[in-house]
C-alpha cells in the first residue's frame, strides 16, 4: 500500500483480556518498528523486526507482550491480561532497510492503534 | 535522563508570525538528526533528516539546523500556517546503534486565528 496501515485504530478492552494489533507496513520494507506513546511524551521503542526476524526486542516491557512477523510483511502486535497501563497508542513503523545511510531508513509511522484499558 | 531535550514543552502563537523550537541531544556517536511533525491521532511525519556534515536543511517554510559540536538543532517555522498546530519531535541516531532512534518528547505548536 501507500502507507502504513495499523488497524484496529480504536481498542477498548477489559483489564485481563488479550489483544492484536495488527500493522501493514509499506510494500518492500524490511525494516519494522513497533512504538509505544503515551499523552505528551514521545514514542518509546518496543521491538525491530528486520525481514521475519526480531532482531532487538529489548523494548518490549514484560513477557505479556509479544509480536510477530511470519512472512515479512504483516505484524502483530499480541499483549496477554492487559493491565490498564497499558493504555497507550501503539505506533508502527517501517522503512526500506534498518541499517545503511540514513536515507534508507527514514521510519514512516502509521496512524497508530490507541488501546484503552478499563 | 533522555538523551534528547526539547524546548518549548508547548507554544502559541498567531498565524502568520515565525517561531523557532530547539533540541539538544547528548547521543554519542552522532550519525544524524530528524524532525517529525505529528498531527494528533496521526503518525509521526518526517521533515527533515541531516548528517553530521549538515548544518541546515529546508523543507518548504520549515527549516532545520544543526550544530554537531554543540549538539543542539532548532527547527524555525516561517509564517505559520493553522495546519503547522502539531506536536514537534526532535530524533537522534546513534551511529553505533544501527537503527535504533532517540526521541524527544516533543514540542507542542499551536497557530491561533
Known amino acids: 500500500g501507500a502507507g502504513v496501515s495499523q488497524t484496529p485504530s480504536n481498542k477498548v478492552t477489559e483489564k485481563g483480556k488479550y489483544v492484536e494489533l495488527r500493522c501493514d507496513p509499506i510494500?518492500?520494507?524490511?525494516?519494522l518498528y513497533w512504538y509505544r506513546q503515551s499523552l505528551g511524551q514521545g514514542p518509546e521503542f518496543l521491538i525491530y523486526f528486520q525481514g521475519t526476524g526480531a532482531a532487538d526486542d529489548s523494548g518490549l516491557p514484560n513477557d505479556r507482550f509479544f509480536a510477530v512477523r511470519p512472512e515479512g510483511s504483516v505484524s502483530t502486535l499480541k499483549i496477554q491480561r492487559t493491565e490498564r497501563g497499558d493504555s497507550a497508542v501503539y505506533l508502527c513503523?517501517?522503512?526500506?532497510?534498518?541499517?545503511?545511510?540514513?536515507?534508507?531508513?527514514?521510519?514512516?509511522f502509521g496512524a497508530g492503534s490507541r488501546l484503552t484499558v478499563l | 535522563k533522555n538523551q534528547v531535550e526539547q524546548s518549548p514543552q508547548s507554544l502559541i502563537i498567531l498565524e502568520g508570525k515565525n517561531c523557532t523550537l530547539q533540541c539538544n541531544y547528548t547521543v554519542s556517536p552522532f550519525s544524524n538528526l530528524r524532525w517529525y511533525k505529528q498531527d494528533t491521532g496521526r503518525g509521526p511525519v518526517s521533515l527533515t533528516i541531516m548528517t553530521f556534515s549538515e548544518n541546515t536543511k529546508s523543507n518548504g517554510r520549515y527549516t532545520a539546523t544543526l550544530d554537531a559540536d554543540t549538539k543542539q538543532s532548532s527547527l524555525h517555522i516561517t509564517a505559520s500556517q493553522l495546519s503547522d498546530s502539531a506536536s514537534y519531535i526532535c530524533?537522534?541516531?546513534?551511529?553505533?546503534?544501527?537503527?535504533?532512534?532517540?526521541f524527544g518528547k516533543g514540542t507542542s505548536l499551536l497557530v491561533t486565528p
Open positions: 530524533v537522534v541516531q546513534n551511529s553505533n546503534s544501527g537503527y535504533a532512534l532517540n
Open positions: 510494500s518492500g520494507h524490511t525494516a
Open positions: 513503523a517501517s522503512s526500506l532497510m534498518g541499517t545503511g545511510s540514513p536515507g534508507a531508513n527514514v521510519l514512516t
